[in-house]
């Protein structure tokens, strides 16, 4: 079966720096990719990761561990159009993406 | 660059009708287009994959005679939801890879937000 979760929700403040958690147990594995939605909008892409570590671009990070089905996104120098929703989402083997519920973070000032 | 397009961007219809969703790529050719719907507060469930000439591949629980989809060409897929019911309204999102070894790299539409009255 394919089980991708992530928190529901999570508040920062401005300025800070939040980690958003996805951990997965899919069939297959063929990277896993982060994407920001903003409500009413659709998704777009921030990040994909497809081997153990650590990739940087900017204020956003992320990170897998394919031993451990985990990943996580780190946001920096937190700023308020920062608030989305941030979803993580698994290719599997026969290239399609599975998306988690996604995570709805409020940047407050 | 690679930028898709989706027309319309909202919809209202009456129970029983039938509506067409397009979406378009129009900076690139698109092998893959992928249909999703997303229910308030939910995530993205993927709908069908479908590929330039070739019938949609449909996922499990996707009616394949109610959400009929055509890709005839390398820069548009549409998606019809026929006799559409209340329970078919959701926000309606394509993307588009240009290769089917990269659809890692998938570009999502704005969306269309279908309400079936």
């Known amino acids: 079966g394919q089980n991708i979760d992530q928190p529901t929700e999570m508040t920062a403040t401005e300025g800070a720096i939040v980690q958003i958690n996805c951990t997965y147990q899919t069939s297959g594995f063929n990277g896993l990719s982060w994407y920001q939605q903003h409500a009413g909008e659709a998704p777009t892409f921030l990040s994909y990761n497809v081997l153990d570590g650590l990739e940087e671009k900017g204020r956003f990070s992320s990170f897998l561990s394919r031993s451990k089905g985990y990943s996580y996104l780190l946001l920096k120098e937190l700023q308020m159009k920062d608030s989305a929703s941030y979803l993580c989402?698994?290719?599997?083997?026969?290239?399609?993406?599975?998306f988690g519920t996604g995570t709805r973070l409020q940047v407050f000032p | 660059g690679a930028v898709v397009s989706q027309h319309p961007s909202w919809v209202i219809c009456k129970s029983g009708t039938s509506v067409k969703i397009e979406c378009r790529s129009l900076?690139?050719?698109?092998?893959?287009m992928f249909w999703y719907r997303q229910f308030p507060k939910q995530s993205l469930m993927l709908m069908a994959t479908s590929n330039e000439g070739s019938k949609a591949t449909y996922e499990q629980g996707v009616e394949k005679d109610k959400f009929l989809i055509n890709h005839a060409s390398l820069t548009l897929s549409t998606l019809t939801v026929t006799s559409a019911h209340p329970e078919d309204s959701s926000f309606y999102i394509c993307s588009a890879s240009p290769s089917r070894e990269y659809v890692d790299t998938q570009y999502f539409g704005p969306g269309t937000r279908l309400t079936v009255l």
């Open positions: 989402a698994v290719r599997d083997l026969a290239d399609k993406l599975i």
């Open positions: 900076d690139f050719q698109a092998t893959t």
